[in-house]
């Protein structure tokens, strides 16, 4: 018999909850710059959306797997946090900033966003993954490192190589 775990509802609700991420990301065309800088909040916004529902997904997968060796552990951090840089780059670099005029527009390619979005994917669930399938207090640490290492280089992507999308 299948022995049911409480982290089995992650395997439900983590790709509801990317799938209903995609209807956040979306192009604009518009006079107002407010509006603009709306549109690529509410974008980003949805890709930490999709990023919650794939830790879900890691969760719920990692509640039915070993626990990892260090060497493993290790490996997955790594390779999770460059993945998920990269795959930030990737999806915000699809969004395009043009003025025309009085008119802005925000162009997204589609292929540019869902590629940039699967790496990011891939580099969430590695990390997630492996925090949570490592139990030692010492890969607790480097697992929250890696957090903050992953929010501190996309916030330094976002402001010193896309600036032209934000200002």
């Keep these: 018999m ?12 983590g790709p509801i909850v990317t799938f209903i991420s995609l209807f956040f990301m979306t192009g604009i065309v518009t006079d107002r710059l407010d509006l603009l800088i709306q549109t690529i909040q509410t974008n980003i916004a949805a890709m930490a959306l999709a ?7 890691a969760i719920a997968v990692s509640g039915h797997s ?15 946090l460059f993945s998920a840089i ?14 025309i005029g009085a008119t802005y527009y925000l162009t997204i390619s589609l292929s540019q966003l869902l590629v940039g979005l699967a790496i990011w ?5 590695l990390i ?3 925090g949570i399938s490592a139990r030692r207090k010492e890969e607790g640490i480097v ?11 996309c ?7 896309l600036f032209n999308l934000h200002l």
């Design 66 to 80: 070993p626990e990892i060796s260090s060497r493993t552990f290790m490996t997955l951090e790594s390779i999770g």
């Design 155 to 161: 916030f330094f992507i976002w402001e010193v190589f």
């Design 121 to 125: 994917s891939i580099g969430i669930f």
């Design 143 to 153: 697992f929250l490192n890696a957090w903050l290492t992953l929010i501190l280089a």
């Design 2 to 13: 299948v022995e049911l775990k409480p982290t089995d509802g992650a395997f439900f609700l």
């Design 51 to 57: 990023a919650l529902g794939v830790i879900l997904i």
């Design 128 to 130: 997630t993954y492996a």
């Design 86 to 99: 990269i795959g930030f780059f990737f999806y915000a670099s699809a969004m395009t900033r043009e003025t």
